[in-house]
């Protein structure tokens, strides 16, 4: 009797490791920038320059990198801004590694403190949570049926397996010019800058990866005049682009993990010699896994009143796929100036990120609690120097609803902003609102 089998390939999660770790470092200001007044925001994020397999390790080299929006410490009082860098190394165990594997790997700044020690000298502090994640393809070789075994009676049972058809990294780049408006100054120097791609939805076609969304920037410049307060300007550029991938079939089902590793907006001459526009550049790291499930009617045993045949069995962990839900959360919230001067006259800027604390399965569905981290920048009635910042951090509570969830069920779930929105209420309020996204994948085992 000869078994016929059929080879399909799975992914299965191989090791994963977590870390989180502490900077404290003082920073001396340099002497390009002046001294060092009333700090107004800051930001931090995470540059990794290089990661090193070992044997069951991984050594990572990168920097984090921070900047300050502050008031000079002298009688112009002027906005300045200033960028640095900070070292980092860190070893995440990652049991069963070997080199070669595929590490997906996330990155988080908890929390970033900037303290000033005096106008020359800085103190950063700041936490940062890794992540990280090695996944390997397993061949499987399904028994489907027999061959030449006359007079043997074979059980058969339909099962659902989700395959892996593409598991490899990519970037995902998106670049887009913006056109000062004829009554904005031409740029003399950024002082602030955020973008960031907002809403991002991605679907598998035939021969590429489908991508649309909307990138969000923020530009706070000075102009070309002394005696003229800081410029800015604000823009969302919806998009629709697609990345190649061969493999690649309208019938798959995207599992994409993304990680932002560049963001950066600078100002070019236009037709006429003139800084007029901004180029805004995002670069995210994208760990690609497309799949797809099949049923196949597998042979599960075989009998033959006339010979003893012993069958050789195996068990093998494979999955199916019970639910893609795509949920969204919204959230709306007010927040209280802190203590500054004056009354608020008028928001200029505000951008947040989403952190998920907890998820939980339950009967209904997965619950999911975090917080929205959002930074505001807005001017008060103060003449000498109006533009302030708050951070505020708003709760939510979601259930994503999941019908016929079990304990034992795993998901894949990757958050983002899709919308945040902020009014004044009055002249020391601030209304939030904001969408959450969680694309989810919610897979069963068989």
Known sequence: MEIQKKEYRIIRQKSCAASQITLDEDYNVPDSRPDVGRMIQKKGSV???????QEGRAG????????????SDDEERRIHSL?????LDETLNLEGLHDGDKIRLKWEVE???IRLIHPRKL???AIITFEAVVHENVALMLPEDVRAAEGVSIKKQDVRILGI???????IRRKEEITLPSNKPDVEEILWHDAQIRGLEMRCGDGEILLKGELFVFVLYMGGEENNPPEWIEQAIPFNDSLECEQCRADMLPNIDLQMIQASVTAKPDADGEERLLQAEVVLEADIRLQREETFNLLMDAYAPTKDYIPVCREENTEHLLIKNDAKCRISDRVEAGDVPGKILQICHSDGSVKVDRTEIREEGIYVEGVLMVRILYIVSDDNMPFYAMEASVPFQHLIEVPEIEADCRFDMRTDLEQLSTAMVDSREIELKAVLNFNTLVLCPN
Do not use: E, S
């Open 47 to 53: 540059q990794i320059q290089k990661v090193k397999v």
């Open 60 to 71: 990572l080299t990168g920097r984090l990198a921070f900047c300050l929006l502050y008031v």
């Open 83 to 87: 960028d640095g860098v900070i070292p």
């Open 165 to 171: 058809c593409v598991h490899r990294k990519d970037t």
């Open 111 to 113: 929390d970033l403190t």
């Open 123 to 125: 103190n950063i502090q």
